[in-house]
């Protein structure tokens, strides 16, 4: 059965400092990897995504993630925070288990504050 | 313009009520999850349902209901809520290859 686990459940950090919120999965088969934001009192948006392809996936607002298949990772990075990054990020993989992968296992989700 | 949508956004009410949650969606996607949120839980699956006449159990489906009144409107029920039931509850759909989930804004309940 697909795992996440989600290394900090908290991180924070002061505005234009680098960051990286680790993210490592446990699964038998290969797998689709996700990190999705929550801002403050919002719903779930996805930040970006690993389907397949280049394993440095990024996002429009700065951050990277990158699918590292022999450590089982898929850390979460970005060069220099603003204070608007502040939110709670939660990693996600799906199993590619053909047509009937269907479930979505999250971690529990890691608090990034950004304090000025 | 919003893909996914869940009414009501905010609900609180009283244990042993009756509540229904609702999910709509425009963009045909046949299959729709319901997960609720917990803090430092992430998010947990309660049901899914692949098409209108299938639909199945998740991890904590226990003290919930669903009906798929359509294709596009997939529901949440509490029979008889619970103040542990208080929780953020997220509606989700997928479409073919079912490789990645779209969710609705959410909807904060609140059981006192």
């Known amino acids: 059965a697909q795992s996440v686990t989600q290394l900090d459940s908290q991180v924070p950090v002061f505005e234009e400092a680098p960051v990286e919120l680790r993210c490592n999965y446990s699964s038998s088969v290969s797998v689709y990897l996700f990190w999705y934001v929550q801002y403050p009192n919002q719903g779930l948006q996805l930040l970006l995504k690993y389907l397949s392809g280049s394993t440095l996936v990024e996002s429009i607002n700065g951050f990277e993630a990158e699918f590292n298949k022999s450590q089982t990772s898929f850390h979460l990075r970005k060069p220099s925070v603003h204070i608007s990054d502040t939110a709670e990020y939660f990693c996600a993989v799906s199993e590619d288990s053909g047509g009937s992968n269907y479930k979505l296992t999250f971690g529990k989700g890691t608090l990034l504050t950004v304090n000025p | 313009d919003a893909d996914v949508t869940q009414t009501p956004r905010n609900r609180i009410t009283k244990t042993g009520k009756r509540i229904m949650l609702e999910c709509s969606q425009t963009k045909g996607h046949d299959r729709m999850y319901w997960y609720r949120q917990d803090p430092g839980l992430g998010l947990q699956l309660i049901y899914y349902s692949f098409d209108v006449k299938d639909i199945n159990k998740g991890e904590i489906s226990d003290g919930y209901s669903v009906s798929r009144q359509a294709q596009a409107k997939f529901s949440l029920s509490l029979e008889s809520a619970i103040p542990n039931q208080t929780a953020l509850y997220f509606c989700?759909?997928?479409?073919?290859?079912?490789?990645?989930?779209?969710f609705g804004p959410g909807t904060r309940l609140t059981v006192l």
């Open positions: 989700a759909t997928s479409p073919p290859p079912y490789n990645e989930q779209f």
